[in-house]
């Protein structure tokens, strides 16, 4: 039983480039979020895909785009680059089950470096 | 906007001590859940509490939700180097029904052995 992958694990870009993440989720999960964890932060909710379409957004600029396919899989984009940007990018899935909370099952994350 | 905090931000400990972490919202939370995320890995789902009031055990961590649904803690019996790591709450954004996890400001906790 597959668990959440990310690729890739590192990643090291400069100011203004643009990335791409990816997330696999856990098998038999359909509901993908992301988050950006900052060194000694908790993580903070970017947005949340299900049925290929964003649900819900957390505070973060246009910047950050993602996309949802057919087969559950995730990417998370981010364009123009901040120093700011560098930060560890967790992929979580989760079932999605109308008015209930679900736990998160995470990946082991993409540790993204700008300079 | 709505924050869950957490205190301490760092405990210490002696293996074989107790330990504990509050963690404290700013809104009504409909349920938290509890993280662990060790050293270079990942947030690790603990458990989830739904009704106010509620404990739950794990072995040696005991985990309670607050009369009022505000806050929560979790409380490891006798530690051991294993129990090394940060400790998150999380809540649902604006308290609902929702995935969208506001996590805590954690707790990291180092065991010496």
């Known amino acids: 039983d597959a668990g959440v992958t990310q690729s890739p694990t590192h990643l090291i870009k400069t100011r203004g480039q643009q990335v791409t993440l990816r997330c696999s989720p856990k098998s038999g999960h359909d509901t993908v979020s992301w988050y950006q964890q900052a060194l000694g932060q908790g993580p903070q909710f970017i947005f949340q895909y299900y049925e290929e379409e964003e649900r819900q957004r957390g505070n973060f600029p246009d910047r950050f785009s993602g996309h949802q396919y057919p087969n559950y899989s995730s990417e998370l984009n981010v364009n123009a680059l901040l120093l700011g940007d560098s930060a560890l990018y967790l992929c979580a899935s989760s079932l999605s089950r109308v008015l209930s909370n679900q736990p998160q099952h995470f990946g082991d994350g993409t540790r993204l470096s700008i300079l | 906007g709505q924050q869950v905090m957490q205190i301490p931000q760092y405990q210490h400990v002696q293996e074989g001590e107790d330990f504990t972490t509050y963690c404290n919202s700013s809104?009504?939370?409909?349920?938290i859940q509890w993280y662990k995320q060790r050293p270079g890995g990942h947030p690790v789902f603990l458990i989830q509490l739904v009704k106010s009031g509620e404990v739950k055990k794990q072995k040696r961590l005991t985990f309670q939700f607050g009369e009022a649904k505000k806050n929560s803690s979790l409380h490891i019996t006798a530690t051991q180097t294993t129990d090394v790591g940060t400790y998150f709450c999380a809540g649902p954004s604006g308290g609902g029904a929702t995935n969208k996890l506001i996590f805590g400001t954690g707790t990291l906790l180092a065991v010496q052995p």
């Open positions: 809104t009504t939370l409909s349920n």
